[in-house]
């Protein structure tokens, strides 16, 4: 599941390349599965963990990102509400989610062959650390993990206009993360975690996007994407959610190193599906704004830094969501 972060291009005046940033944020939603229950997937269930920086520009050849993006799932929701850990009773007939912590770094890699073409690989590397307190148990079981996630591979085609331009995306998110971790402290220890709790899914998914960038004045861009996330087919019973993401936002361009902007971001989840799956708890709709800064620290090298702030979430069952999430990362044209 992806929650894209887009930052529009048109207009970055003091290059004379075409360039934009483009952040998928955020995605995670969390929760803890064993043999007696499950909780929300990370790559299901409200919000992505991607921050892919991806930069579009008109100009052949190969640029290289590297991102950090960190948050931490503690705020237990129910619906549109927090859910209080203090009302819970233990042992309880369903799982009460603690925390999951995220520290995920991600190497992309964008090569453009020709003004309209390019291709983007997006190696994700996850460390991940979940605590839960299971159906029937009276005591915390924990889990960490760390390592390759599921790569994603995205085609792009854009036609740039005097003023304005649109893109179409597609691609594929490949089954590279490892699946078949278990809780590894307290009373789960041993038992498998939720799938959504994996460092990949174990299904191809199909990317597909279309996205609309303008600039109504010389010191504004204003952009709109929707993105698709599909997958093909179940793994090992579980089939994670389908999602759509629809993002706008508008930057401010100036002739200094610093350019800001702000972002609304809309995510709508579907449930998990699969014998594996949290069904119950998994699936919502999220609204998120994302002030960020884009700095210019040299002819090649640029830096970008989001914070994402939730202002809606709906989701199905009992989930684990972020109160904020922060992304930071540097761009090299080679």
């Excluded at 909780?39 to 008109?58: E, F, K, T």
């Excluded at 599921?150 to 993360?177: A, E, N």
């Excluded at 699969?274 to 709709?285: E, F, K, L, W």
């Amino acid at each position: 599941m992806r929650f894209l972060l887009l930052s529009g291009p048109l207009g970055v005046s003091r290059r004379s390349s075409l360039v934009f940033v483009q952040l998928p944020a955020i995605t995670l939603a969390v929760a803890a599965g064993a043999a007696t229950g499950f909780g929300c997937s990370v790559c299901g269930c409200s919000l992505s963990s991607d921050w892919a920086a991806q930069g579009y520009s008109m100009m052949p050849g190969l640029q290289a990102a590297v991102r950090y993006e960190y948050f931490e799932q503690s705020d237990l929701r129910s619906g549109t509400q927090d859910a209080d850990r203090a009302t819970f009773s233990f042992p309880n007939d369903q799982e009460i989610q603690q925390s999951t912590l995220n520290r995920n770094a991600w190497l992309d890699l964008d090569y453009v062959g020709s003004p309209a073409w390019g291709v983007m690989v997006q190696l994700p590397w996850y460390d991940r650390f979940h605590s839960t307190v299971a159906a029937s148990d009276t005591a915390v079981s924990a889990s960490r993990a760390s390592g390759l996630g599921d790569v994603r591979l995205l085609g792009r085609y854009q036609h740039f206009g005097v003023h304005d331009s649109y893109g179409l995306q597609f691609g594929l998110k490949l089954p590279t993360g490892r699946i078949g971790q278990d809780f590894a402290t307290g009373p789960q220890a041993g038992a498998p975690l939720d799938r959504g709790l994996q460092l990949g899914t174990g299904t191809t998914d199909v990317l597909a996007g279309a996205s609309y960038f303008t600039r109504p004045r010389d010191f504004l861009g204003c952009f709109v994407q929707v993105m698709l996330d599909q997958p093909l087919a179940a793994k090992d019973g579980f089939r994670p959610a389908a999602s759509l993401a629809l993002n706008g936002g508008v930057r401010y361009l100036n002739p200094g190193w610093l350019t800001p902007q702000v972002q609304l971001n809309v995510r709508w989840d579907g449930r998990e599906s699969g014998i594996n799956s949290d069904r119950a708890n998994s699936g919502g709709t999220m609204i998120y704004v994302s002030p960020g800064l884009t700095a210019d620290l040299g002819r090649r090298l640029h830096a970008v830094t989001f914070v994402q702030l939730p202002l809606y979430q709906r989701v199905n069952g009992l989930q684990l969501e972020p109160r904020w999430l922060l992304s930071l990362g540097f761009r090299y044209e080679l």
